[in-house]
Nanobody, 120 residues
Framework: VQLQASGGGLVQPGGSLSLSCTAS????????MGWYRQAPGKTRELVAD???????NYADSVKGRYFIARDNAKNTVDLQMNSLLPEDTAVYYC???????????????WGQGTLVTVSS
């Protein structure tokens, strides 16, 4: 199982950026999918996640600015980031709770991380 993230880059404060993550490989179901971020010198934190049914959850710091969405048919999760602030600068990681075989528990998988830099 692999999670491949794309997007990210350099953007000015107030700008927008989108991230996308695709799960591939052999599995039977994907449960929660989400995005985390880790800024320099800080611990990794949840940014947003979405259940298989579409229920969403956001960190207080990004509410109203970030929007998460998934496509169950394509095994993708996207993060639209608007009104970006310098403090949003971080490496962003996608994550998914994936069940590889029926009868076995699901496990968390992580993408490789993509850098988002908000700077003028």
């Amino acid at each position: 199982v692999q999670l491949q993230a794309s997007g990210g880059g350099l953007v000015q404060p107030g700008g927008s950026l989108s991230l996308s993550c695709t799960a591939s490989g052999s599995f039977v179901s994907i449960y929660n999918m989400g995005w985390y971020r880790q800024a320099p010198g800080k611990t990794r934190e949840l940014v947003a996640d979405v259940t298989k049914g579409g229920g969403t959850n956001y960190a207080d710091s990004v509410k109203g600015r970030y929007f998460i969405a998934r496509d169950n048919a394509k095994n993708t999760v996207d993060l639209q980031m608007n009104s970006l602030l310098p403090e949003d600068t971080a490496v962003y990681y996608c994550s998914a709770d994936i069940r590889r075989h029926w009868g076995r528990a699901s496990s968390p998988y992580w993408g490789q991380g993509t850098l988002v830099t908000v700077s003028s």
